[in-house]
């Protein structure tokens, strides 16, 4: 619906064109990352820069009135902000222009007072021009100096609505840096994209299946992608490295008649090992009432609707290892059975069976209730801050990414009252990164305004991925994998807004990376609140599929970051790894303050497996298994205490909440090892953990305490497998 009217009066760029009342140029240039120069003679006539680039926005007044309407050449449709004050619109013009003019075209909903600001980097601004009596119809605004953004930073407006852009044109010229990157493209051989009429698509599926069912550490990447519409009488079994989904806007859109599963007859019902696999955006009616997703650590079921009942253990009711769900509605029954710990998030449930150690919940429909520690659920009404996952789909015969918005104090799927809230994002504005692509090309592609979208494939690269640019998505389909070469670190994302990673694995190369993931830099400050960097479904690996090392796997030096379920995984099998041969003495460290993480698993590190030095941290759901294959207690002798904790709090934080967290010992190299604690921090009244356990493995050494010297040791239960549970601290 129209803020001020419908249907809106449409005002092309010819009618009331006028001269904005323009305030001073900012003079002073000190300090700053945007170069103003007084206007000289353009070498080319000025082109439009930002039609159909990336924009974002403050907020929208819904989905039809998304940022990137506001660039696409398009006066029939806007951008509308909320209705109140101090709202922006940016586009990023992909590289960096010498600006000459801006062209605002506002519906009756318009600016009295903005200001037209500048960037190099997303992040730090110079105001450019400055109006102060903005009067509605058409501004053409003088600009001059440079900047690859361009924002629009409305201060006040001219009526009781919000701000509305029927078009944000920004004007200038770009210097030359050799040939440009195309957007888009096709997919490649291992997308595989089916539509209700394609044959074949059951042989297809089976085909995979046979391919990835055991390679755990094989080299074989698949996506399964359905167009809308109803599929009749499939089963599709999901592998290793395989990832279904929709590729419908609402998980409505694409209906499958049938099952998609996840079992453990390749290992002898043992799910355990049920690893780095996921589905999203699909409804299934399962054939016989209940859809079996036995799965454990790095598979993410994500946007699924289940008509019927979910089964998360193996045929047989053999072990599994955990879980995750977000964004999903389960009709009937999720049926736990011998899952030893999951983590549901924002979703409805008809009902849940069964706790065995740690089942957490937030934002839960139909959750229980916190009964820790028997039976052991820990629950919370809503998730403090989220962000759903980006995700490919098609908008007609157009392929999109969809971007979803962020929340606060989120319960229940982001998609039940309809279209859910956020921007889509074309796919010509992604460079599609396809095997054999190199370090080089990928950074120029970013460094060019590009997003990246890795297609299903193993990529070796020899330099980082610098991820500069605000709101930037980097989103992998069928489980990508980079490989860091020569110990580089394999990506690092700068101190900006709103970066978006998800959906892919880093894999550690033989020659030691002193890290695997940086977000920020050290020392990072800037207040991302309002758009925080995302880590989405990102998995870090060391060791398994070959020799890996790593000193610190993953890096978070930025505030406000949200990392939303990430294995970060040490191998304990498979090829290349022993006490010394996989190497990695940190799994995550935490420098940023304001972080949450909501799924946080982290195992075998040879020290810390995390470490939390920012204030305001909060962890939802947290498992962790320390090293199998220390040799001795001697080798994990932290000073005067035995072992290094599964996750510290520095004594310096002041600020620290976490919820359902569990860490379990299984020394099989030397059983007599003793842990002193699972968890370590400060006591200090801003400091809570709610929810924890120990659990020594068949007796396969043991713990102390659970918490610092608080809770009871494993030690008199023998090889007994009974959790030592804490239910607050302090």
Not at 369 to 376: H, I, L, N, Q
Not at 398 to 426: C, D, H, L, M
Not at 627 to 655: E, L, M, W
Not at 692 to 713: E, K, P, Q, R, W
Request: with cysteine; net charge negative; charged share 15%.
């Amino acid at each position: 619906m129209s803020s001020v009217g419908s249907p809106p009066v449409l005002r092309r760029p010819a009618q009331n064109v006028r001269r904005a009342t323009v305030g001073a140029l900012v003079a002073s240039l000190a300090g700053g990352l945007l170069a103003l120069a007084p206007a000289t003679t353009a070498q080319a006539a000025p082109t439009l820069l930002s039609q159909g680039k990336t924009a974002t926005a403050s907020s929208t007044e819904g989905a039809a009135f998304a940022a990137s309407a506001a660039v696409d050449g398009d006066f029939g449709t806007r951008w509308a902000s909320q209705w109140n004050d101090n709202q922006w619109i940016q586009v990023d013009l992909g590289r960096s222009a010498t600006l000459s003019s801006a062209t605002l075209s506002w519906e009756a909903a318009y600016g009295r007072s903005y200001q037209i600001q500048a960037s190099e980097n997303g992040t730090d601004w110079r105001t450019v021009t400055t109006v102060t009596a903005g009067d509605g119809g058409t501004d053409d605004v003088t600009l001059s100096g440079t900047g690859r953004y361009v924002r629009m930073n409305g201060a006040t407006r001219g009526t009781g609505y919000g701000f509305s852009l029927w078009e944000f044109q920004v004007y200038g010229t770009t210097g030359t840096t050799g040939p440009v990157l195309p957007g888009g493209g096709d997919l490649g051989p291992n997308v595989h994209v089916f539509d209700p009429s394609t044959p074949g698509i059951q042989a297809k599926l089976d085909q995979v299946f046979q391919q990835q069912e055991s390679a755990q550490f094989g080299s074989g990447r698949h996506a399964f992608l359905f167009k809308p519409g109803t599929y009749n009488n499939l089963n599709a079994q999901i592998g290793f490295y395989t990832q279904i989904a929709g590729l419908g806007l609402r998980p409505g859109d694409t209906i499958i008649n049938g099952d998609v599963t996840v079992d453990a007859g390749w290992f002898n019902g043992n799910a355990t090992q049920n690893f780095w696999r996921g589905a999203e955006g699909l409804t299934l009616n399962p054939v016989n009432g209940t859809n079996r997703w036995a799965v454990s650590q790095a598979s993410s079921f994500r946007r699924m609707h289940v008509k019927g009942g979910l089964n998360l253990a193996p045929n047989g009711y053999g072990w599994a290892s955990g879980g995750y769900i977000a964004d999903s509605k389960i009709d009937g029954q999720v049926g736990n059975y011998s899952q030893q710990q999951w983590y549901t998030r924002e979703s409805s449930i008809g009902g849940w069976s069964n706790s065995v150690w740690n089942q957490t919940f937030s934002g839960v429909e139909g959750a229980p209730a916190t009964s820790f520690p028997e039976p052991r659920y820990t629950t919370l009404d809503t998730t403090p801050i989220s962000r759903e996952k980006p995700y490919l789909y098609l908008d007609g015969n157009e392929y999109k990414v969809f971007a979803p918005a962020k929340r606060t104090n989120a319960r229940g799927t982001s998609w039940a009252n309809g279209t859910p809230q956020g921007e889509s994002i074309p796919l010509n504005q992604f460079y599609v990164v396809k095997p054999g692509a190199t370090a080089a090309t990928i950074n120029q592609a970013l460094a060019q305004g590009l997003h990246l979208l890795f297609t299903p494939g193993v990529y070796h690269v020899d330099q980082s991925i610098n991820v500069n640019r605000a709101n930037t998505i980097v989103l992998g389909l069928g489980l990508a994998t980079i490989i860091p070469d020569n110990g580089v670190t394999a990506m690092k994302v700068a101190d900006v807004d709103g970066v978006r990673l998800a959906g892919f694995l880093i894999d550690a190369g033989p020659v030691n990376s002193p890290t695997l993931l940086e977000l920020g830099p050290q020392n990072s400050s800037a207040d991302h609140a309002a758009n925080p960097t995302t880590v989405q479904d990102v998995y870090v690996r060391i060791g398994g599929a070959h020799v890996g090392k790593a000193t610190t796997s993953v890096v978070v030096n930025s505030d406000d970051a949200i990392i939303d379920h990430t294995w970060v995984w040490r191998a304990d099998h498979g090829e290349g790894w022993g006490w010394e041969t996989n190497r990695a003495d940190y799994g995550v460290r935490v420098n940023g303050d304001d972080v949450l993480a909501t799924g946080l698993f982290v195992e075998h590190f040879n020290k810390y497996d995390v470490e939390w030095y920012g204030e305001r941290g909060r962890t939802i759901f947290y498992q962790n298994e320390k090293a199998y294959d220390a040799p001795n207690q001697a080798a994990i002798q932290n000073g005067s205490t035995k072992g290094y904790a599964a996750y510290r709090v520095d004594d310096s934080v002041n600020t620290h909440e976490a919820w359902g967290l569990g860490s379990y010992c299984n020394y099989n190299v030397d059983p007599t090892i003793v842990q002193d604690h699972g968890f370590k921090a400060p006591v200090k009244p801003g400091v809570k953990f709610h929810s924890l356990l120990v659990v020594s493995l068949g007796g396969m050494g043991h713990y102390n305490h659970v918490i610092n010297d608080t809770g009871a040791s494993t030690v008199p239960g023998g090889s007994s497998t009974v959790p030592s549970t804490v239910v607050s601290f302090p």
